[in-house]
């Protein structure tokens, strides 16, 4: 069975650094793309930073963090890292792991997702 287990995440005050980290648990044959969304009270999930696999390492990032947030892949692992400084207090959500992978060359791609974690931004 694949999990996404992230960890990392906190409060931090505005303008310091957090760092999280999303390892996929369990046995992978491919990967499409590992990605960090968010959630604040009240609002649509939305993407914040995306790794693809497929596309030679490309990165894409949300208008609101780009420049502040980096996603990264740790190369021994099927885990990204997401680094982020200059943190603002709208940046405060539930960030979510995502990622689009197969377990076998005969089963189709699907979406998996972790369970969350908080990142509190004060002012």
């Known amino acids: 069975q694949v999990q996404l287990v992230e960890s990392g995440g906190g409060l931090v005050q505005t303008g310091g650094s957090l760092s999280l980290t999303c390892e996929v648990s369990?046995?992978?044959?491919?990967?499409?793309?590992m990605a960090w969304y968010r959630q604040a009270p009240g609002k649509e999930r939305e993407l914040v930073a995306l790794?693809?696999?497929?596309?030679?390492?490309?990165?894409k990032y949300a208008d609101s963090v780009q420049g502040r947030f980096t996603i990264s892949r740790d190369g021994s692992k099927n885990a990204v890292h997401l680094q982020m400084t200059n943190l603002k207090p709208e940046d405060t959500a539930v960030y979510y792991c995502?990622?689009?992978?197969?377990?076998?060359?005969?089963?189709?791609?699907?979406?998996?997702w972790g369970q969350g974690t908080q990142v509190t931004v004060s002012s």
């Open positions: 995502n990622s689009k992978l197969r377990r076998s060359s005969s089963t189709n791609w699907s979406l998996y």
């Open positions: 369990g046995s992978v044959f491919d990967m499409w793309h």
């Open positions: 790794f693809d696999f497929g596309s030679s390492g490309v990165h």
